[in-house]
T-cell receptor, first 112, second 110 residues
Framework: DGGITQSPKYLFRKEGQNVTLSCEQN?????MYWYRQDPGQGLRLIYYSQIVNDFQKGDIAEGYSVSREKKESFPLTVTSAQKNPTAFYLCASNDGIGETQYFGPGTRLLVL | GIQVEQSPPDLILQEGANSTLRCNFS?????LQWFHQNPWGQLINLFYIPSGTKQNGRLSATTVATERYSLLYISSSQTTDSGVYFC????????????FGKGTRLHILP
């Protein structure tokens, strides 16, 4: 089945530790996105990529990094510089501007 | 950038009732989407509707782009309709970034 997968489903981070969230899609979509959702809030854009080997900062990029070496993969690293990383992280993709977005099931990150 | 406001923030209804959710946006947009987030966090696209009216079963949506609002109608609500409904727009002033509203949390009681 075509879709977006995210792993792990739950992730625990210790203070000062970097962690990487995985996002893979087999929809052959050019554009991929990372969002952060806090309890009771909407989604805020962290980073997005409209083509392989290129990505742009969203509204809350500080403390995060991404790479887009392959069309189907867009991993997100939460660095130790992100002081409040506890949140629900959602990955999405679409086939370009003006097209429907499809979302993965999300990763819940908790800081110990 | 564009502001997206959704109302009401919370809605509690009995099963079988109808509801209308509203999304107002502050500037012209390239497109507008409605999403449903289930209690487990999964977001599903309901409608891609930059203008006009669309229907899918018990759900329908209308966007009046000239007046900068969109409405999502849910008829004969079922408990599986519970969750959060988000409106999202593309901001053509900001490289077509997608901006989400804060959502309407819908509880359907059996």
């Amino acid at each position: 089945d075509g879709g977006i997968t995210q792993s792990p489903k739950y992730l625990f981070r210790k203070e000062g530790q970097n962690v990487t969230l995985s996002c893979e899609q087999n929809l052959n979509h050019d554009a991929m996105y990372w969002y952060r959702q806090d309890p009771g809030q909407g989604l805020r854009l962290i980073y997005y990529s409209q083509i392989v080997n290129d990505f742009q900062k969203g509204d809350i990029a500080e403390g995060y990094s991404v790479s887009r070496e392959k069309k189907e993969s867009f991993p997100l690293t939460v660095t130790s510089a992100q002081k409040n990383p506890t949140a629900f992280y959602l990955c999405a993709s679409n086939d370009g501007i003006g097209e429907t977005q499809y979302f993965g099931p999300g990763t819940r990150l908790l800081v110990l | 950038g564009i502001q997206v406001e959704q109302s009401p923030p919370d809605l509690i209804l009995q099963e079988g009732a109808n509801s209308t959710l509203r999304c107002n946006f502050s500037d012209s947009v390239n497109n507008l989407q409605w999403f449903h987030q289930n209690p487990w966090g999964q977001l599903i696209n309901l409608f891609y509707i930059p203008s006009g009216t669309k229907q899918n079963g018990r759900l329908s949506a209308t966007t009046v782009a000239t007046e900068r609002y969109s409405l999502l109608y849910i008829s004969s609500s079922q408990t599986t309709d519970s969750g959060v409904y988000f409106c999202a727009v593309e901001d053509w002033n900001r490289d077509d970034k997608i901006i989400f509203g804060k959502g309407t949390r819908l509880h359907i009681l059996p």
